[in-house]
């Protein structure tokens, strides 16, 4: 069995073709095929090409388009206040959401392991799997065509950048809330539980000694973060100066 056949035997729901009309721009058959090939199909099938140096190309000109985009809207912001709303919007949470609005999981070739453990629900493998369009979009059509798709599916969020820039990274804010209160530094304690494909980390964040907030996420990073964002708008209710 040739490899195409391989990847037609073993493929998504949906037929990949119909993605692009969601998608809202033609690419390159081979390209999109490969943008939708997960390693563990890849690896099932035979060790095919899969979608990670896609995904690598995608990542960067998504960076580029995204940062131009805040620094030419926002032109009184400072470093530290771009490099958050950036953040916030290249986020695997962000990623997914395109992923979901547009249907991707149905399209994703994934391994059955993948597949039966929830993967084309999973954020991580969405996010990776958008990224890797960016890349295809960008081989196939160059920085311009890809700046109006990229745009227009983040269009929500490019809206909304200054308050998702805000809250993107609690553990910074409540550091310096701490800090200029006065109230220590923040320690976090992060344990995990479950198999390794379907990992659950859960943080907690405490101040003197104190729990001051709990959260969860399938990171550490987005657990810690869930737990500072709990601890943060805690303190806040308590903080009388917080109402002026």
């Known amino acids: 069995m040739s490899k195409q056949k391989s990847r037609e035997a073993s493929g998504p729901a949906a037929d990949p073709l ?142 909304d950048a200054v308050e998702l820039g805000r809250s993107s990274d609690y553990k910074t804010t409540l550091q310096e809330y701490t800090a200029q209160a006065g109230l220590g530094e923040p320690m976090y304690e992060t344990t995990s539980r479950g198999p390794d494909h379907a990992r659950i980390f859960s943080a907690t964040v405490s101040i003197g000694g104190v729990v001051m907030g709990e959260g969860e996420g399938t990171s550490k990073k987005t657990a810690n973060s869930s737990a500072a964002k709990a601890a943060y708008f805690h303190l806040r209710e308590d903080d009388p100066k917080s109402a002026e």
């Open 18 to 159: 119909a993605l692009l009309g969601r998608w809202r721009i033609q690419l390159d058959p081979e390209l999109l095929i490969l943008a939708l090939t997960h390693r563990s199909f890849a690896y099932e099938q035979g060790d095919l090409p899969h979608n990670e140096r896609l995904e690598f190309l995608g990542d960067s000109v998504l960076s580029i388009i995204v940062t131009e985009h805040l620094f030419v809207k926002f032109p009184t912001c400072t470093e530290a206040q771009l490099s958050r709303m950036r953040g916030a919007i290249v986020s695997q949470v962000t990623l997914a959401k395109v992923g979901r609005s547009i249907g991707l999981g149905d399209f994703i070739l994934l391994g059955k392991g993948e597949n039966l453990t929830g993967g084309r629900d999973r954020d991580s493998i969405l996010c990776d799997t958008v990224e890797a369009l960016i890349g295809a979009t960008y081989m196939s059509h160059g920085l311009e065509p890809t700046r109006r798709v990229v745009e227009e599916h983040l269009r929500p969020f490019l809206e």
